[in-house]
């Protein structure tokens, strides 16, 4: 397989990934701010974070917040993480890869960036908001499941599954580090009460919510709720089961070595996290930690596979 | 339903309906066919291949005001048919040219003795682009420059088959001719039931043989790739299809890598991987940074030196385009008689050199009679048709020849033949030219029909499909003698 379609079949699925992403924890926050005290306005910066685009939302931002956040999240193409801008990568990154795709998929996600364009003006007002914004979610998972219902499980899908589960465990990181600076934030420090609404509300972005449920089966804290998002191998958004992922399609390659290598290291990381308890005060280090884990990790990809191309 | 005694071929050659509504040699069955069947019907399924096109997803792209726009491709459901034993001499026509200008091309890239015997003259050297010094004592596979020709020909209102011009450089078109017989045969599979039709889709496969003889490692499996300048290249649909159809490799500049040892390599996920042969979609100059523009982007350094010295085959070779020239289009005939001591099978369209006086002279008196082309675009481009031009178009294109006669070539405006077009509720006479496609490497090929382009306007003859134009399947039927 030629390095330029195997990388434009990973950032394809990177930016697929990042796009249902981005819709879900929209969708969640657009749901918690009504379940908090109307001063709360300031989870719609902790939601940008999590995009790792809030400097440029300050240059961004107008009044109402709200709607600016919105705006800034779906359909702004000035802003990269935008749903509007990485649903435009992957169709970038599709366009060449007709002869390698299912054709089913391959309508499905013109189909999307169609609906997008169309659509994503919409959410920025509340009432059209859930229905924009779950129609992206569905329509990625649709994706999905074509790629894995129709398409030949050979190198090409490999790189498919490592572009959506480096995304997928690079999501969670980034969904707990921007949640455990809560607790000092103003909302929790004057109303304790809503720490829980904001937990099950990580829970929910990582559409993690029932599964928690049927698997643990007790009260909702937070250590339970990292344990479960961080190390449970079930559970398809962890970070453990995303890693396992990357091994399994990492060894199905050819020249995996320092892949998997790369790979080892971060999960001694991920261990380790869990031997500390996770305690309150090392998780956003940790969090940084994992992530720049697995930034290594996909340098290792593009080095060992894409490497002639740069 | 149509009338074909009511249908109007006074003034131009049908290919269908020979004058008096009286069906031509081969197409008697198409015709009756057509002629039984409601408009209503018929109109069904011009319906049903437009769907088909879309659902097979047929496009071409056309660049317009910065964007680019995936069209489906045009195709009008009534066949052109040419008359099996017709073919037969045009088919060693098209072998004979392609022959003599292969010889002419390795002559010119050698010794040049044709210009030494003053057959053609030296300047010819001059005003051709696409003439590579660099090339210069090459010796590609078997003296073989132009693997793969599009040759235009159209019919005049005399009924005789002339070659309108050849392109040798990166000629395009094949894809359709293919798909347009695939839609065909879903729009009246009952024809081709009881129909000889000489089926076309042999060509892929032609194609590939073509390529791996170039091949430089004979006994083993070639590598071929097709090299494509990219997604918003105009026939970038038809690189990918190529390269599905004969299972090989699509690459960009980017994708390819010279090495040390002068080899080319394809990047893949395993590392380097040896090519073998090119059958490159990128023009001359954007083969290799290294030699021709500095600023390419789609080409890769040092391709050039690495087909000089033999390990890599590129299709067409760097400087076949030497003879795709409108300037040298017009010494063909002599070409013919100096290499092969044959006189040409196919006539040339008669052809004023603007570098000539006496020849310049004519055609400023008499250039609203006349097409005046640029000796070197393609496409359709630039061109003046003298009988459908404006006064200050005239006067506009007389100064442009004027300031640069060797850059102009004049021709008789030709009346192109028609073939029965469906028109809204109507069939009426549309202009058609017709693009075969000719192989060579070891041996020759030519597809049986080839690309048959429509003007869908009345009355106009600008058949480029960048320009409205439409496609027609092209049937050749019956036994050959």
């Known amino acids: ?310 | 339903m149509i009338e074909w005694n009511k249908y109007g071929t006074d003034k131009f050659y049908d290919e269908l309906i020979a004058p008096g509504g009286v069906a031509r040699p081969g197409a008697a069955e198409l015709v009756r066919y057509i002629g039984s069947i409601s408009s209503q019907n018929l109109k069904s399924r011009q319906a049903a291949a437009d769907r088909a096109i879309i659902e097979m997803g047929i496009t071409f792209t056309v660049y317009s005001e910065g964007e680019n726009i995936d069209r489906a491709w045009p195709l009008d459901i009534i066949p052109r048919v040419i008359d099996a034993r017709e073919w037969q001499t045009i088919d060693r026509g098209l072998v004979q040219r392609l022959t003599a200008l292969n010889l002419f091309i390795n002559d010119i890239y050698h010794d040049q003795k044709i210009i030494k015997d003053g057959v053609v003259p030296g300047s010819i050297l001059l005003s051709s682009k696409d003439y590579l010094p660099q090339c210069m004592g090459i010796d590609p596979p078997f003296g073989v420059w132009a693997h793969i020709c599009g040759t235009d020909l159209v019919r005049n209102s005399d009924g005789t088959m002339y070659v309108l011009e050849d392109n040798l450089r990166v000629p395009s078109g094949v894809s359709y001719m293919l798909e347009n017989r695939a839609v065909t045969k879903r729009v009246f599979p009952e024809l081709f039931g009881q129909y000889p039709v000489r089926p076309v889709d042999g060509y892929p496969h032609a194609l590939f043989d073509t390529l791996a003889a170039l091949s430089s490692r004979p006994g083993d499996e070639p590598e071929i790739a097709v090299l494509t300048p990219g997604i918003y290249n105009s026939a970038y649909f038809e690189h990918s299809f190529l390269a599905q159809r004969m299972g090989t490799e699509l690459v960009g500049g980017g994708d390819l890598v010279v090495g040390d040892d002068d080899c080319v390599y394809m990047k893949n996920i395993e590392g380097l991987q040896r090519v073998d042969v090119i059958y490159r979609r990128v023009s001359d100059v954007f083969l290799d940074p290294a030699v021709f523009d500095k600023s390419s982007l789609l080409g890769t350094p040092g391709l050039f030196r690495a087909w000089a010295k033999g390990n890599v085959a590129l299709a067409n070779a760097p400087g076949a385009g030497v003879a795709d020239d409108k300037v040298v289009y017009s010494y063909v005939p002599a070409i013919i008689r100096y290499y092969l001591d044959e006189e040409p099978i196919l006539p040339n369209v008669p052809t004023y050199r603007c570098s000539d006086p006496e020849d310049l002279a004519y055609v400023l008196e008499f250039i609203e009679t006349l097409v005046v082309k640029p000796a070197n675009e393609s496409g359709g481009y630039g061109m003046l048709v003298g009988p459908f031009a404006s006064k200050s178009e005239l006067a506009d294109f007389r100064n442009r020849v004027k300031a640069d006669p060797r850059n102009y070539i004049a021709q008789p405006t030709l009346g192109l033949s028609t073939v029965p077009t469906i028109c809204g509720a109507n069939i009426e006479p549309r202009h058609v030219d017709l693009r075969p496609f000719v192989l060579q490497a070891d041996s020759s090929y030519v597809t049986p029909g080839g690309l048959t382009r429509v003007a869908l306007r009345k009355g106009s003859l600008v058949v480029n499909s960048s320009q409205g134009g439409g496609s027609k399947d092209t049937w050749i039927v019956g036994e050959t003698s």
């Open chain 1, 1 to 310: 397989m030629l390095s330029s379609v195997a990388s434009r079949l990973y950032w394809l699925s990177r930016y697929l990934e990042r796009t249902e992403n981005t819709a879900r924890i929209l969708n969640t926050y657009a749901n918690l701010l009504l379940d908090l005290p109307k001063e709360a306005e300031m989870s719609w910066l902790q939601m940008i974070r999590t995009s790792g685009y809030a400097v440029e939302f300050e240059q961004y931002r107008q009044w109402p917040l709200e709607r600016s956040a919105i705006k800034f999240m779906t359909s702004e193409r000035e802003n990269p993480g935008s749903i509007q801008s990485t649903i435009d990568c992957a169709r970038e990154n599709m366009r060449t890869l007709r002869e390698y795709l299912p054709k089913e998929a391959f309508e499905a996600v013109n189909e999307l960036h169609i609906a997008c364009d169309k659509k994503l003006a919409r959410a920025v007002g509340r009432r059209a908001r859930y229905s924009v914004l779950s129609e992206v979610v569905e329509r990625c998972q649709q994706i999905n499941g074509l790629f894995a219902g129709t398409m030949n499980h050979g190198e090409g899908y490999q790189f498919i599954r490592l572009g959506r589960s480096l995304e997928r465990a690079d999501m969670t990181t980034r969904i707990i580090d921007v949640a455990s600076d809560l607790p000092h934030s103003d909302v929790s420090a004057r109303a304790p009460e809503y720490e829980i609404t904001l937990w099950v509300n990580v829970l929910r972005s990582l559409s993690a919510y029932q599964s928690y449920r049927q698997s643990v089966r007790s009260r909702i804290t937070p250590v339970r709720v990292l344990h479960f998002v961080l190390n449970n191998i079930e559970f398809p958004r962890s970070v453990a089961h995303c890693l396992n992922e990357i091994r399994t399609s990492a060894q199905l390659l050819p020249k995996n070595e320092a892949v998997l290598e790369v790979l080892k290291t971060t999960e001694r990381q991920l261990g380790s996290l869990s031997v500390r308890a996770l305690a309150r005060e090392h998780l956003q280090r940790d969090m940084d930690k994992m992530q720049n884990e697995l930034g290594q990790i996909h340098n290792a990809v593009g080095k060992t596979w894409f490497a002639e191309l740069q």
